[in-house]
């Protein structure tokens, strides 16, 4: 095999699904069929939900930095300010939702920093890569570029776009409706003569004119145009079309539009793919399903798809999971995919607001297969829900999570499983050696340069054999520090009774599962929560019996 994993596709959905693949040593090949990243401002919403997923994935700095909050909408008529449009219902940050309110990010920003990630982390994108073949069998997947170039690989991922070209080829249709028959412009402009600490509002005139909208983009000079136009006309999308359409339908002078920086015309449609697997082959993001851009879910959507399936490849190609594993990822996220695409639609008709249900902190898997919940009396939190952030004994959940590893939280005294304390504070849960089978005592060294995910070095503390990663993402240089960045140096327990667990896999990489104890914090109640890579609780229970079989499926325990 050339690769184990071909992604076909570099947009929000590729990019993520190869920095995910990346920091778990999956062998990945990023193929993007134009010369260069996609260069419009489009999806450029970034929910709560997924805000923590680039919290785990170390791009969170990097894209609040990139961004800003959507400003609040002034309605314009006859060019007077006549009123505030709030967009958002708003919500107060908490403990548990420390990220409260969506962030507006270009996305042409959002995947050159994703992009820096991935290469951050050692991979990369081979553009001009169109693939216009593929074949599969039981043993791996072979496309074939426009160039005539092969490339086989153990799995492949469609991330290719509503249009997508994998799909095609599979021959795996989409349902679905036109969500407004209206076509629409949308653009990035420069443009004078208006504030930039408002979303300018235009609604349609008497005279047949549709509605029109100027965003201010934050974090860069441009402002995202968008203009509904009657059925059957098709938009221009040329500077003196987009100038001629703002003169129209507002107060201002064509030759305000400065520069068109990018442009294109759709028809808002909702649609999702039939099956999100065929084979080795699986769709993501908007190859799987096409969303109207109101309410700002399809990126957000697509990027839990990559982070759902990463995971799940990196147990079966790394850590001897059972490939069955990798059937669960559409059993998962088809229904979530069909349940938000219900939700943009709504909100695109004015039937729904923007709000809680948009910021998609709700979203879980309490009827997944790899959900199991054994408490007969379950508190506020259930297996599949979303883990929320917390603090125990002055750590930080979230920083806890943080890294490609599975976390045990042992709350209000529930008693983990049993095994002996590995040297360092590490226990082991199931059976399986602590971190990898690392030392985390004495001055055991890395053989082979081992790296922490994330590219770290392993040095000192830990002993790491090939290309075992030490836990989560924290530097172990000197001072071997868990994730989180709590110190486990000179076999001291690491902040907040933060114990790690684990076992090295046949092909060199970690799995790790952390231990956390303390009291509960109160989204969360008494007992044991396992909680999955992706941050969603996979089981839940008073005692451990069941635990270690559970893990056994994922290529951990036993």
């Not at 309410?295 to 069955?324: H, M």
């Not at 923007?354 to 297969?369: V, W």
């Not at 976390?407 to 399986?432: D, K, R």
Request: proline share 7%; glycine share 16%; hydrophobic share 40%.
């Amino acid at each position: 095999m050339d690769t184990d994993v071909l992604v076909v596709g570099a947009g929000p959905t590729g990019l993520t699904l190869g920095i995910d693949l990346a920091r778990r040593g999956v062998a990945a090949l990023v193929a993007e069929r134009a010369q260069a990243l996609f260069p419009g401002s489009r999806g450029k919403g970034i929910q709560p939900r997924t805000m923590e997923v680039f919290d785990d994935l170390g791009v969170l700095g990097a894209i609040r930095a990139a961004g800003g909050p959507y400003p609040v909408g002034m309605v314009w008529q006859d060019g007077r300010r006549v009123g505030e449009h709030r967009m958002f219902d708003p919500a107060e940050p908490s403990e548990d939702a420390p990220y409260n309110e969506p962030l507006m990010v270009p996305q042409w920003r959002t995947q050159e920093i994703l992009r820096a990630r991935l290469e951050e982390l050692g991979g990369s994108v081979a553009f001009g890569r169109e693939v216009v073949g593929l074949t599969q069998d039981g043993g791996g997947v072979r496309a074939e570029f426009a160039s005539g170039e092969m490339v086989t690989a153990r799995y492949a991922v469609a991330a290719d776009g509503g249009r997508s070209t994998v799909r095609r080829l599979l021959g795996i249709g989409m349902t679905g409706e036109t969500v407004d028959p209206s076509p629409a412009l949308v653009a990035d402009v420069r443009i004078s003569g208006l504030d930039r600490d408002n979303w300018h509002l235009f609604p349609p005139g008497g005279d047949g004119d549709g509605y029109l909208a100027l965003c201010p983009l934050a974090g860069t000079e441009d402002f995202q145009l968008v203009a509904r136009f009657p059925d059957g006309t098709a938009p221009e999308l040329s500077l003196e079309g987009v100038r001629k359409v703002v003169a129209a339908r507002t107060h201002l002078a064509p030759e305000a539009v400065t520069e068109l920086r990018w442009a294109s015309d759709f028809r808002p449609r909702a649609a999702l793919a039939d099956r999100f697997r065929s084979g080795r082959v699986f769709l993501a993001g908007d190859a799987a399903h096409v969303h109207s851009p109101a309410g700002g879910q399809g990126l957000n959507t697509s990027v839990q798809d990559a982070y759902n399936l990463g995971w799940k490849l990196g147990a079966v190609l790394r850590d001897g999971a059972d490939p069955a594993l990798l059937d669960s990822y559409e059993e998962e996220r088809r229904p979530v995919a069909a349940d938000v695409l219900g939700l943009s639609t709504r909100v695109h008709r004015g039937e729904t607001r923007r709000g809680d249900a948009t910021r998609q902190l709700g979203l879980g898997y309490r009827h997944s297969p790899l959900t199991h919940e054994t408490r007969p009396e379950p508190g506020p939190l259930r297996a599949g829900d979303r883990a929320p952030d917390g603090t125990v004994n002055g750590t930080r959940l979230f920083d806890t999570f943080r890294g490609p590893h599975w976390t045990l939280l042992a709350l209000e005294g529930a008693q983990a499983p049993g095994g002996a304390e590995e040297p360092g504070g590490a226990q082991a849960v199931g059976g399986a050696q602590a971190v990898g089978g690392a030392q985390a005592a004495g001055e055991a060294q890395a053989p082979g340069g081992a790296q922490a995910a994330g590219g770290a070095q392993a040095v000192g503390e830990a002993q790491a054999a090939g290309e075992a990663h030490a836990a989560g993402e924290a530097q172990a240089a000197g001072e071997a520090q868990a994730p989180g960045g709590a110190q486990a140096a000179g076999g001291a327990h690491a902040a907040g009774e933060t114990h790690a667990a684990g076992e090295a896999s046949a092909s060199g990489g970690a799995v790790v599962v952390r231990v956390v104890r303390g009291p509960a914090p109160r989204v969360y109640g008494p007992g044991l929560y396992l909680v999955r890579p992706d941050g969603y609780v996979g089981w839940a229970g008073d005692s451990t019996a069941g635990l270690p079989a559970y893990l056994a499926r994922f290529g951990q325990g036993g």
